[in-house]
């Protein structure tokens, strides 16, 4: 590798850290000024800034070619006043520390949004699945499991995926929790193939809970999803459903994209034919000759635009530019607090990422709650049961930013915050 190339590379990876502290401070800041408006001292933020418990883990994995590598994990549980902790498990190059905090803390407040009684939690680990064999990826996500299992559990913090990991990892690091303990523990993960006691719903509720949210900002600002343009930022396990659920429920998907780039087409995409040929890892852009770069996708003309892919998309930079009238999170952290602050300014609706893609968390929870109980819901349950959770927490947070004259942003960490403060309280640790 020449000097110029490293220099590069330091300065890539240097970014990404400074990205992902920014994106820490930045929850910092909300997180204060929520407890602010709540009417909480200093204390509470002092308890409250911080994950109480971060694990950073070294992961030995023998690769196919007999050479062994060791990769770098984590696992940050924000707080557990509430119940357990609970989120999900990243496999991706760009992981750090601050991001899985951040993330972590995210998931508290998810939690506290959407009422359940979990603290929020979350995972990593610095590697790059799609240059990874499928025998390298389970000696890893079994050899996490193993570096994480002191901290873990059923009753303690629940996993679940998140980018780049899916039902066949979670299944994996179940089996492994399981030969640990030496009982068979489903309620250890959540995400799980429906065979090892997943949940019917779960594989789609992230895109699920963000269509619920869609249909509910639409009706918020007086307008009809049926027609209206949607673009959508990344083609995942949240992206490609979404786009599905809008296809069916009659919008006209213009754009979409994954990470190499997007497609475009003003009269709408054949949804369908792009999800037989995306690829497990959410890809298909490289199908197309005529691609838009992700900048591009971001400011094209449309009513609702879904980030549904990776942190710091709209930023100062871009914020002027978004067309949209509605812009629903379903990625974590894609819009930084300074773009939140302009797209208020000119009038657009923000739905944040704690509440537009809580449907995740809340199948997952169903999950737990079937494992434990041993009996098993219909999807049609499941659904009824999700929609009524993100409809009602839909509706509490766009009120108390009305009440408060706040955005929703502020809005949903008060409510999620709120609870976590509560449980902290009424334990005596403030
Ligand atoms: P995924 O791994 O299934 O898909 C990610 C998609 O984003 C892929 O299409 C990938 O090509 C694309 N992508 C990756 N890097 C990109 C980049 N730099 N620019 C543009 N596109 C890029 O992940 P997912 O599970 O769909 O998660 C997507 C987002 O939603 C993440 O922010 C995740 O934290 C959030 N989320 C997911 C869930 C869930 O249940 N899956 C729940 C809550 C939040």
Redesign the pocket.
């Known amino acids: 590798m020449s000097v110029k190339t490293v220099i590069n590379e330091m300065s890539k990876e240097q970014q990404k850290e400074k990205e992902s502290l920014n994106l820490y401070y930045s929850t910092q800041t909300v997180i204060q000024e929520a407890l602010n408006k709540l009417g909480y001292n200093n204390e509470m933020y002092e308890l409250l800034k911080e994950p109480i418990r971060l694990l950073t883990v070294r992961i030995p994995v023998r690769m196919d070619d007999g050479t062994v590598k060791v990769f770098t994990g984590y696992r940050s549980q924000h707080n557990d006043a509430v119940g357990p902790t609970k989120g999900?498990v990243?496999f991706?190059p760009d992981v750090d520390e601050a991001e899985v905090k951040a993330?972590s803390i995210w998931m508290s407040l998810?939690c506290g949004i959407t009422n359940l009684p979990y603290g929020g939690g979350k995972g990593g680990i610095i590697c790059d699945p799609r240059n990874m064999s499928f025998r390298e990826l389970e000696r890893l996500s079994r050899g996490y499991v193993r570096a994480i299992s002191q901290i873990v559990g059923p009753t303690k913090d629940i996993p679940?995926?998140?980018?780049?990991?899916?039902s066949q990892i979670m299944a994996w690091m179940m089996d492994e929790y399981s030969r640990l303990r030496e009982f068979d523990s489903p309620g250890f993960i959540t995400?799980k193939p429906l065979v090892l006691g997943g949940s019917h719903g779960?594989e789609t509720?992230?895109?699920r809970?963000v269509t619920i949210c869609i249909n509910e900002a639409v009706k918020k600002i007086g307008k009809e999803l049926h027609g209206a343009r949607v673009v959508i930022?990344?083609?995942?396990?949240?992206?490609?459903y979404l786009a599905k659920f809008m296809h069916d429920a009659g919008a006209k998907v213009v754009a979409v994209?994954?990470?190499?780039?997007?497609i475009y087409d003003p009269n709408g995409l054949d949804i369908n034919y792009l999800l037989d040929r995306?690829d497990s890892?959410?890809?298909?852009?490289k199908l197309f000759n005529n691609t838009i770069s992700?900048k591009e996708l971001l400011e094209l003309d449309c009513d609702i635009l879904v980030?549904?892919?990776?942190?710091n998309?709209i930023t100062e930079e871009n914020a002027a530019n978004i067309k949209a009238s509605i812009v629903v999170e379903?990625?974590?952290?894609?819009t930084t607090l300074e773009a939140t602050k302009i797209l208020t300014e000119r009038g657009i609706l923000l739905v944040p990422?704690i509440l537009a893609?809580?449907?995740?968390?809340t199948v997952?929870y169903f999950e737990w709650v079937q494992n434990n109980q041993g009996y098993y819901w219909t999807e049609e349950e499941v659904m009824e049961k999700l929609e009524k959770v993100m409809v009602s927490s839909f509706d509490n947070i766009y009120q108390l930013a009305e009440t408060h004259q706040v955005d929703m942003r502020l809005a949903a960490y008060m409510v999620g915050i709120k609870k976590v403060a509560e449980a902290s309280r009424f334990r005596g640790w403030v």
């Open positions: 999900g990243r991706h993330l998810k679940a995926p998140d980018v780049y990991t899916n995400g779960r509720a992230t895109a809970g930022q990344g083609f995942g396990n949240a992206g490609s994209s994954d990470v190499y780039g997007g995306r890892f959410g890809t298909f852009s992700n980030p549904a892919a990776i942190s998309q379903a990625a974590n952290g894609p990422d893609s809580a449907g995740g968390v997952s």
